[in-house]
Nanobody, 121 residues
Framework: VQLRASGGGLVQAGGSLRLSCAAS????????MGWYRQAPGKQRELVAS???????NYADSVKGRFTISRDNFKNTVDLQMNTLKPEDTAVYYC????????????????WGHGTQVTVSS
């Protein structure tokens, strides 16, 4: 299973960006898909996640500004980021958790490569 993320870049404060991530490979089901971020000198933190049933979880710092969406059939997850702030600057990572692949009921977690988001003041 591979996760491919796209959409990062440089934007001025107050602007918007949209991150997209697609999971490929032999997949039976992905329960959780989401986005994490890691700023220099800080730990990786959850930004937003969504279950296959549609339940969402957002970091307090992004509530009201970011919106997560996913397509369970296409195994994709997007993050619409509005009203961006300099403190949103980080490397953003796509995550798929509680993934079931053919041949086993074990659940796995996968990470995509990071995509840089830089917000200038």
């Amino acid at each position: 299973v591979q996760l491919r993320a796209s959409g990062g870049g440089l934007v001025q404060a107050g602007g918007s960006l949209r991150l997209s991530c697609a999971a490929s490979g032999s997949i039976v089901r992905i329960t959780d898909m989401g986005w994490y971020r890691q700023a220099p000198g800080k730990q990786r933190e959850l930004v937003a996640s969504m279950t296959s049933g549609g339940s969402t979880n957002y970091a307090d710092s992004v509530k009201g500004r970011f919106t997560i969406s996913r397509d369970n059939f296409k195994n994709t997850v997007d993050l619409q980021m509005n009203t961006l702030k300099p403190e949103d600057t980080a490397v953003y990572y796509c995550n798929a958790d509680r993934v079931i692949v053919p041949g086993t009921w074990r659940q796995y977690a996968y990470w995509g490569h990071g995509t840089q988001v830089t917000v200038s003041s």
